[in-house]
């Protein structure tokens, strides 16, 4: 088994309350259930991926506001030199 899906699995079983190497067992004689895990994981991986999605679109956003307002700024202090 990878040590990732292992890890995964062995959260889940924590997080239920159940005996790890009980759930181990029963998920290894249960090819059903390690694919229904398996689709679980990629569910979690593509959320983190969409989440990382749009913090870096909020950090674009922001970026984009502050060149905006250095803009500004920059023609304030002209105008005021003026």
């Known amino acids: 088994m990878k040590y990732?899906?292992?890890?995964?699995?062995k959260n889940t079983?924590?997080?239920?309350?159940?005996?790890?190497?009980?759930y181990k067992d029963s998920i290894l004689n249960n090819p059903e259930q390690q694919q229904q895990q398996?689709?679980?994981?990629?569910?979690q991986q593509?959320?983190?991926?969409?989440?990382?999605?749009?913090?870096?679109r909020r950090q674009q956003q922001q970026?984009?506001?502050?060149?905006?307002?250095?803009r500004q700024q920059q023609r304030q202090q002209r105008q005021q030199q003026q």
Do not use: E, L
């Not at 990732?4 to 699995?9: G, I, T, V, Y």
């Not at 079983?13 to 009980?22: E, F, I, L, Q, R």
């Not at 398996?38 to 569910?43: A, E, H, Y």
């Open 63 to 70: 970026q984009q506001q502050q060149r905006q307002q250095q």
């Open 38 to 43: 398996q689709q679980q994981q990629q569910q």
């Open 46 to 56: 593509q959320q983190q991926q969409q989440q990382q999605q749009q913090q870096r």
């Open 4 to 9: 990732f899906a292992k890890s995964a699995m």
């Open 13 to 22: 079983a924590t997080k239920k309350g159940v005996n790890w190497d009980a």
